[in-house]
Every structure is written in C-alpha cells, then in structure tokens.
C-alpha cells in the first residue's frame, strides 16, 4: 500500500498528490473537493514553469476555456507546443482554485525550452540506424496505456467505460475526498512495478524535475504543498530519489528560447490526442457531466431533444421521457451504476431518432463533440501580428467561430471589401482562416464566398507571420514582395500578382510586375506563357471591381498575349498526345482570356482577330495534332467565325478515309469534347451524321484504340444529352427526302425508324425463334405474331 494520505492529516506524510486523468470531470470535481479539505500553502501543476507568469490571467473573466498554453520557439514558430484545458480538466480546477483563494500556484513540468529543443535533438528518423529504428519500434509497442489495463484487470473491454463506472459516476457528496486518489496511487503503484516506465524512457527526466520542483516548493512553503498531475507519474513522485540521481537525468539537456501566451482552443481539438496526450473522444458530453448540478442523463436528453427540433425533427416531452426510461433500463441490464454516454446514445438512436443514424451524427458533431471555442483576453501576452488580427476582426466584425461558416461578400460595400482584402492577406501569409467557395448566387467579380473556420493552430501560423512585420497589411506585403522573387515559374508570378490585387496590397505590386516583366522577357516557353496569361487577365477584371490602378498590369497582359500569338502554332506541331492534352487546356484558358481581355482594354480591339487568326493556322496545319485542330474549329465556331458548312467541310476532311482512326477520334475529341460539345452534335445533324458515318467505317481492328477516347469525350455528356443522342442515332439516317418531298442537300435523320434496315434482323431472329419463313415479311409483322 502506498503512503498515501488521510483526511485528517493530508499532508502527513509529505506532499499532497492528487493523480488525475486529464481532462477528466470526475478527476476535476475531486480534485476541487481534496483542495478544498486539504487548504495547501501552494499548488503544483503539471505543466510547462515558464507559463508561471500567465496564471493570475485565470482571474480574468475574459479568459474562457477550453484555452491552451502554447509554447513556440523564438526564433522558430513553427517549432510549438500545446498544454490544452477545458473547463473540466482537473489543472483548470486547480488553477481556478489557487486564484480564487489567493494561494500561489505554479507549474512544474519539464521546461518548454527543453520539450522543444529536445523534439528537434531527435534528428531525421530516416536517418537513424537499423538497429535504433527497431530499438523505437520495440518502446513503442511496449508502451502500456494505464487506463486499458486498469479496465481489463476490472474485467472491462472499454477503458472508457471502465473509467465512466469507477470515476465518473461517482456520487457528487464525496464523504472521503483523498479516497479516489489513494485508490489510484496504489493502482498505478502496481503498474508501475509491473511495467516501469511504460514505454516513455522521457518520463523518467520528466518526474526528475518534478521531484525537483516539490522539493524546493516544500523548502519554500513547508510541508502543506499539493501536486496536481498525471495519475501515472504519481508513484514515482513519492518514490525517494537522490537529488544528485534527479540532477544527473536533467544534465546535458538541449535548450532552445521560448515564447508562452494563452490561445483559444476548441471541443473538437480536444477530441485528439495533443498537448498533455490525453485526447477524449467525447469532450461535449464530459462537459456536461461536469457542468449538470443533478440528472445529468435527463438534461442531456432535454439538450438533444432541442437540438433535434431546431432541425426541423418532431420530438416531443414524450419522446424525451421514453428515451430516459430506456437509458436507464440498459444501464441496469449491463451492470452499470448509472446510464453512461454509450446507453444514452443508445436511447437517443432508438427513439429520438427513430432507428436513423443520420440524425444520430449531427447530435454526436454538434453535442458529444461540440464546436466550443475558448476566449483569450487582450492583455495576455501576444505577438503584434495576432493583436493587430484582433484589432481588424473587431473592426470588422469577423469574430472567430469553431463551427464553420459560409460568408457571402458584396465588393461594392466598404466593409466587405475590407473582409475580403483582410481574408486574402492572411491566406497569402499561410493563414487559412478562410477558404474561397462556390458563389450560390451572382458569380460576378463584385461578390466573393468565404468558408470559415477558427483552428487553434492558426495561432502558430500567425506565430510564423510574424517575422513578415508587426500588422497584416506589412506582413502581406513584405511576403509578397519576397515570394515574387523567390518564385521559380512565370506562372507563380502572375498568380501572384492576382493574389496582390485580391489583398489590396498596392505597395507590393511594383515588385511583383518587375519579376514578372523580367520572367515573361525571359520565359520562351509558350506553355508557360500561355498557363500565366489568364491569371493575369482575372487580376485586371479583379482590379476593375476594387477600383485597383492596373495599368502597368495591362501592358504586361498584352504583350504576353502577342507573344503567345506568335509562338503558339510551332509550338502546337508534333505534339504527342499527353502534351497534345496539356496544350489544349493552355488554347481554352487563352481563348477565354483573350475574350475577356478585349473587352478590359481600350486600345487593343486587335487582339481578337489576331487570335482567330491563330484558331485558322492550327486548323488547318497537318503537323497539328487532330486534338487541336479539332479544337481550333471548335472555338471558331463558337465565336461565329465559321459558318456551319464550312465546318462541316473540315470534319469532313478530318474523318475522311485515308486519315488514321487516332487522328480522327482526337479530332472528334477536341471538337465536340468540353462544354456544348453534345448540345452542338444534338442540333446540327449534319454533324452528327458525319461522326456516325466515320465511326461506322472504323476498322473492327482499329475500334478498340479509339474507343477509349470516343468513351472519354462522351461520357462527359449530361445524361440527357446521351439519351437524346442516342434516340438520334437509332432512328438512322434518313431516305435522303427533305421537307415537303424535296430531296435533301446533305444526309438528315428521318423522324420514324427505317424499316428497310430494321427487317436485316430477321433471319437471325427466325432462327432464334424456330420459325420458317414461306414469304417475306416484315419486323412489324413477325413481332405481332410473336405477342400473340
């Protein structure tokens, strides 16, 4: 048995140690109880000591949970650690605590600046021999999880429930408040006899400087000290250790400069395993258990009922009380003291729900989960960058949320404008607050959709920013200004000279149009031009609608069109057919630049024709491959440049015999391929009857190699496009009559089925059918015998 103490006389044999899980209602409610009993002189808390400091921030009411300490490196923000609490977590309580009654607390864990420095000191695992890659292998199969074998000794398959049953579920008039932690003390006592250190050779440093700490407290403030920790590392504090064997451990340890502040955090991050390690699956629920004063089960059914009805979904009082009853009775047929989260569930699926998990997951999102968000106040410590954030999101009205969220934006508005500049900056500098979405609406450049959604590692990216300047505006600007020279492709800048204008960054627009002058002067490659001009068009139109002065942006979109112009035709011979693919996703993206351009800018009403000119070349040129061709007769039809017999003519030419079934299946891909392509075959027939004509006389040994393009350009049809097609090429060709009796200039389709071509079935289908026959017949005749 261990030393542990007694009622009477908590602190009787040294320190006061209350093992906890953390984030554990049952372990926050008894550790409020032992604190309140026992009245230390100092609380201990398990928890990075340079966060000291921050503590008497707990008094602040601005300051909600769940919150985490977040530790990052100086001069490496990336480089971070979280301590997350939630109201219910055990070290909060103690927190809370010691503020409230004015009696000093501090934490005692193993310093951030060795936690961090110690990360990094690990080096490249890919680097690590053979022999210390299956040394880590064997620790971490060997590591025991103290709660899993604690419930199988108890005779239970879930740890969780096991920890509900003897934890959670305790009365709230606790008679003995050390009890449960003596139980514990002596659990883990056994454990750690039994498995050491479990598999984590770095709690051994660990609880050397814990042992450290206590002691110095103890000399400081006497024997009245409390320890709020793991439950795990209980043991090997009270175990007696030399200071010199506790120094030796710490000695040699890596150190790097540090950084601690409060940040928000939310339910679901807690939901993971972070920080202390001890990741819940259900923090919404624990929330609650900790937070109901008496019939937790009934409250939460009450919750999920209101849930559900906000939904729209007929729950009643009735409903409510049957599924109460339910969780009960389950509780009492598996031997439980009380309805835990897994019998409420249960209740909730069968009658709330009526059987569907589909209702079942928004209750296990919205309420076991939870999209809780914890508040920081302004005077805890922060880099500028993160205030200045702060100071904007007021200004305009953004408050960070958990739960994610559409935003509809009007351009033409001040303030959304500024929420749009404001969103773009912070995506520019790795900030992804907000993700552009889909417009349900307009989809015109004056409105913009945002999806947002607060994570807490957002704090460490605001963190990393901050070595670009000290407000948003500066820090965008200085990394613009350093990605644009940094950029290796021409298409990287001009991306970046959209993202500018979309930001609102005018300063760092001069930079980034003299790379990209530099680049496009420089580039040959018609490719990369052709893959830069759009963004640079979208930038101009973008400018237009923020009012941005894009003159300069302009003349470099004009120049890199003419240049496109010109080499775009030898660039377009000899292509093979995954560059001839790539190539042609360059001509469309050009060919709705170039449009959108000459409506942009005065002065350059020359640039269409020269590009139609350019559609004609690649049209016409055999060294083409029959995919561009194909799509350059395309597009000039589109803009009503060809009149429909002359494109006929060319697809004539193009499915003539004498050209290769390939050639011709990528011409037909590239010309009723994309957007329209089935629409354009549906009300020209001519055409279609040129496609189907050609893709009858395709060689039985040939129609494997083209059917998987034919399959490919049309089966991107609308289903009903394909039906409508379909029932245009089962009727067939038609007699050659045109209307009113006149023959026809060019094959049709006739509006009834040919029945010339239908009765070549028949003797196939008297022989499957057995029959003999004395005359010729019809289809329509041998089928009316067949139904009667």
Same mark, same amino acid.
């Given at each position: 048995?261990?030393?542990?103490?007694?009622?009477?006389?908590?602190?009787?044999?040294?320190?006061?140690?209350?093992?906890?899980?953390?984030?554990?209602?049952?372990?926050?409610?008894?550790?409020?109880?032992?604190?309140?009993?026992?009245?230390?002189?100092?609380?201990?808390?398990?928890?990075?000591?340079?966060?000291?400091?921050?503590?008497?921030?707990?008094?602040? @009411?601005? &300051? =909600?949970? %769940?919150? *985490?300490?977040? /530790?990052?490196?100086? $001069?490496?923000? #990336?480089?971070?650690?979280?301590?997350?609490?939630?109201?219910?977590?055990?070290?909060?309580?103690?927190?809370?605590?010691?503020?409230?009654?004015?009696?000093?607390?501090?934490?005692?864990?193993?310093?951030?600046?060795?936690?961090?420095?110690?990360?990094?000191?690990?080096?490249?695992?890919?680097?690590?021999?053979?022999?210390?890659?299956?040394?880590?292998?064997?620790?971490?199969?060997?590591?025991?999880?103290?709660?899993?074998?604690?419930?199988?000794?108890?005779?239970?398959?879930?740890?969780?429930?096991?920890?509900?049953?003897?934890?959670?579920?305790?009365? @709230?008039? &606790? =008679?003995? %408040?050390? *009890?449960?932690? /003596?139980?514990?003390? $002596?659990?883990? #006592?056994?454990?750690?006899?039994?498995?050491?250190?479990?598999?984590?050779?770095?709690?051994?440093?660990?609880?050397?400087?814990?042992?450290?700490?206590?002691?110095?407290?103890?000399?400081?403030?006497?024997?009245?000290?409390?320890?709020?920790?793991?439950?795990?590392?209980?043991?090997?504090?009270?175990?007696?250790?030399?200071?010199?064997?506790?120094?030796?451990?710490?000695?040699?340890?890596?150190?790097?400069?540090?950084?601690?502040?409060?940040?928000?955090?939310?339910?679901?991050?807690?939901?993971?395993?972070?920080?202390?390690?001890?990741?819940?699956?259900? @923090?919404?629920?624990?929330?609650?258990?900790?937070?109901?004063?008496?019939?937790?089960?009934?409250?939460?059914?009450?919750?999920?009922?209101?849930?559900?009805?906000?939904?729209?979904?007929?729950?009643?009082?009735?409903?409510?009380?049957?599924?109460?009853?339910?969780?009960?009775?389950?509780?009492?047929?598996?031997?439980?003291?009380?309805?835990?989260?897994?019998?409420?569930?249960?209740?909730?699926?069968?009658?709330?729900?009526?059987?569907?998990?589909?209702?079942?997951?928004?209750?296990?999102?919205?309420?076991?989960?939870?999209?809780?968000?914890?508040?920081?106040?302004?005077?805890?410590?922060?880099?500028?960058?993160?205030?200045?954030?702060?100071?904007?999101?007021?200004?305009?009205?953004?408050?960070?949320?958990?739960?994610?969220?559409?935003?509809?934006?009007?351009?033409?508005?001040?303030?959304?404008?500024?929420?749009?500049?404001?969103?773009?900056?912070?995506?520019?500098?790795?900030?992804?607050?907000?993700?552009?979405?889909?417009?349900?609406?307009?989809?015109?450049?004056?409105?913009?959709?945002?999806?947002?959604?607060?994570?807490?590692?957002?704090?460490?990216?605001?963190?990393?920013?901050?070595?670009?300047?000290?407000?948003?505006?500066?820090?965008?600007?200085?990394?613009?200004?350093?990605?644009?020279?940094?950029?290796?492709?021409?298409?990287?800048?001009?991306?970046?000279?959209?993202?500018?204008?979309?930001?609102?960054?005018?300063?760092?627009?001069?930079?980034?149009?003299?790379?990209?002058?530099?680049?496009?002067?420089?580039?040959?490659?018609?490719?990369?031009?052709?893959?830069?001009?759009?963004?640079?068009?979208?930038?101009?139109?973008?400018?237009?609608?923020?009012?941005?002065?894009?003159?300069?942006?302009?003349?470099?979109?004009?120049?890199?069109?003419?240049?496109?112009?010109?080499?775009?035709?030898?660039?377009?011979?000899?292509?093979?057919?995954?560059?001839?693919?790539?190539?042609?996703?360059?001509?469309?993206?050009?060919?709705?630049?170039?449009?959108?351009?000459?409506?942009?800018?005065?002065?350059?009403?020359?640039?269409?024709?020269?590009?139609?000119?350019?559609?004609?070349?690649?049209?016409?040129?055999?060294?083409?491959?029959?995919?561009?061709?194909?799509?350059?007769?395309?597009?000039?039809?589109?803009?009503?440049?060809?009149?429909?017999?002359?494109?006929?003519?060319?697809?004539?030419?193009?499915?003539?015999?004498?050209?290769?079934?390939?050639?011709?299946?990528?011409?037909?891909?590239?010309?009723?391929?994309?957007?329209?392509?089935?629409?354009?075959?549906?009300?020209?027939?001519?055409?279609?009857?040129?496609?189907?004509?050609?893709?009858?006389?395709?060689?039985?040994?040939?129609?494997?190699?083209?059917?998987?393009?034919?399959?490919?350009?049309?089966?991107?049809?609308?289903?009903?496009?394909?039906?409508?097609?379909?029932?245009?090429?089962?009727?067939?060709?038609?007699?050659?009559?045109?209307?009113?009796?006149?023959?026809?200039?060019?094959?049709?389709?006739?509006?009834?089925?040919?029945?010339?071509?239908?009765?070549?079935?028949?003797?196939?289908?008297?022989?499957?059918?057995?029959?003999?026959?004395?005359?010729?017949?019809?289809?329509?005749?041998?089928?009316?015998?067949?139904?009667?």
């Amino acid at each position: 048995m261990s030393d542990a103490p007694s009622p009477a006389g908590a602190f009787d044999s040294g320190p006061l140690l209350l093992g906890v899980r953390h984030h554990g209602p049952g372990s926050a409610r008894a550790v409020r109880a032992a604190l309140d009993a026992a009245a230390p002189a100092v609380v201990l808390i398990e928890g990075p000591p340079e966060a000291d400091p921050l503590i008497p921030l707990a008094a602040d @009411p601005a &300051l =909600r949970p %769940p919150v *985490a300490l977040l /530790a990052h490196a100086v $001069d490496e923000p #990336g480089r971070s650690a979280f301590w997350p609490l939630a109201e219910f977590s055990p070290e909060w309580v103690a927190i809370r605590w010691a503020v409230e009654q004015g009696v000093p607390a501090r934490f005692i864990d193993l310093p951030a600046t060795h936690t961090l420095a110690w990360e990094e000191d690990t080096g490249d695992p890919e680097e690590a021999s053979e022999e210390e890659a299956s040394e880590e292998e064997e620790v971490r199969h060997a590591r025991v999880d103290p709660l899993a074998a604690l419930a199988e000794a108890a005779g239970y398959d879930d740890p969780e429930r096991w920890w509900e049953d003897a934890i959670e579920h305790r009365g @709230p008039g &606790l =008679r003995e %408040p050390f *009890a449960p932690f /003596a139980a514990l003390e $002596d659990a883990m #006592g056994a454990l750690r006899e039994r498995y050491g250190d479990g598999g984590r050779p770095r709690d051994l440093v660990r609880e050397a400087y814990m042992r450290l700490q206590i002691r110095a407290a103890r000399k400081e403030f006497g024997d009245e000290v409390a320890v709020v920790c793991g439950a795990w590392h209980v043991p090997a504090l009270r175990a007696k250790a030399t200071v010199t064997a506790d120094r030796a451990l710490l000695k040699g340890l890596p150190k790097l400069r540090t950084d601690l502040t409060w940040v928000p955090w939310t339910h679901r991050r807690l939901a993971r395993s972070s920080g202390y390690g001890a990741g819940i699956d259900s @923090p919404g629920w624990y929330a609650h258990l900790f937070g109901a004063p008496d019939r937790p089960v009934e409250r939460w059914l009450t919750k999920v009922a209101g849930l559900l009805r906000e939904e729209d979904r007929i729950v009643s009082s009735a409903h409510v009380i049957e599924a109460v009853r339910l969780a009960d009775t389950l509780a009492v047929m598996r031997g439980r003291p009380l309805p835990g989260l897994t019998e409420t569930t249960d209740a909730v699926r069968a009658v709330l729900c009526e059987g569907s998990d589909v209702p079942l997951s928004l209750v296990y999102d919205r309420l076991v989960v939870g999209d809780v968000l914890g508040e920081v106040p302004e005077s805890a410590p922060a880099v500028p960058l993160q205030r200045d954030l702060a100071r904007e999101q007021r200004r305009l009205r953004l408050k960070p949320e958990a739960l994610e969220r559409e935003l509809e934006l009007d351009l033409r508005g001040e303030t959304d404008a500024a929420r749009g500049r404001l969103l773009h900056r912070l995506r520019l500098l790795g900030v992804g607050w907000g993700e552009p979405a889909r417009s349900r609406g307009s989809t015109g450049t004056f409105r913009e959709t945002w999806r947002l959604r607060w994570e807490p590692e957002l704090s460490v990216r605001i963190a990393e920013a901050g070595v670009w300047g000290t407000t948003v505006l500066g820090a965008a600007t200085a990394k613009a200004e350093a990605d644009a020279v940094a950029a290796r492709a021409l298409a990287d800048v001009t991306a970046l000279a959209e993202r500018c204008l979309l930001a609102g960054l005018p300063d760092a627009l001069p930079v980034v149009m003299r790379v990209l002058a530099d680049r496009a002067a420089l580039d040959a490659d018609v490719s990369h031009l052709a893959q830069a001009l759009p963004a640079l068009v979208r930038s101009l139109r973008y400018g237009d609608v923020r009012g941005t002065d894009t003159g300069a942006l302009a003349d470099v979109a004009a120049a890199l069109a003419e240049r496109v112009f010109i080499g775009l035709p030898p660039a377009c011979a000899t292509l093979d057919t995954d560059a001839a693919q790539e190539m042609r996703g360059h001509v469309d993206a050009v060919h709705g630049a170039v449009g959108l351009l000459a409506e942009t800018l005065t002065g350059h009403d020359g640039l269409r024709p020269r590009w139609r000119a350019v559609l004609r070349t690649l049209s016409q040129r055999d060294t083409v491959p029959g995919l561009l061709r194909g799509r350059a007769v395309r597009l000039l039809l589109d803009d009503g440049v060809l009149e429909a017999e002359e494109v006929a003519r060319l697809m004539g030419l193009a499915l003539s015999p004498g050209t290769p079934p390939g050639d011709a299946a990528a011409w037909v891909e590239g010309f009723v391929g994309g957007g329209g392509g089935g629409l354009l075959l549906v009300h020209d027939e001519r055409l279609l009857a040129l496609v189907d004509a050609w893709l009858t006389s395709v060689p039985a040994d040939a129609f494997t190699d083209v059917l998987p393009l034919l399959r490919r350009t049309f089966s991107a049809y609308e289903p009903g496009v394909r039906r409508t097609l379909g029932e245009l090429v089962r009727r067939g060709p038609g007699s050659g009559a045109g209307a009113g009796g006149h023959p026809a200039t060019s094959p049709g389709f006739a509006p009834e089925a040919d029945a010339g071509r239908a009765d070549a079935v028949l003797p196939v289908l008297h022989l499957l059918l057995g029959l003999t026959p004395e005359q010729p017949r019809s289809m329509d005749d041998d089928l009316a015998g067949v139904g009667k």
